[in-house]
């Protein structure tokens, strides 16, 4: 699992080339929130009780109770996923 803040995510936002939104920027308080992102492929379940496989999921760090936001496309349902998001054969 990695874990960033906000403001960490931002700047690898901006790095990508997004232009963010800067008539509500975040406060100091947001900037500072830890998001984690596993790094080995994990379940998430969406608001009607489907639960689906991804890659990657991000999370609060201090909250991961509260949901998980998938990252990517799900997986298909056989597919064994190492550690680096590649197929296995």
Known sequence: MITLTVREIKNLAEFA????????????????TEISITTEPAECTDDDGKVERYAHLASMAE???????????????????????????
């Open 17 to 32: 080339g997004l232009v963010l939104n800067s008539t509500f920027p975040p406060d100091d308080d947001q900037l500072e």
């Open 63 to 89: 909250y991961p109770e509260e949901g998980c936001m998938p990252l990517g496309e799900p997986l298909p349902p056989n597919d064994k996923v190492s550690g680096g998001g590649t197929p296995s054969a």
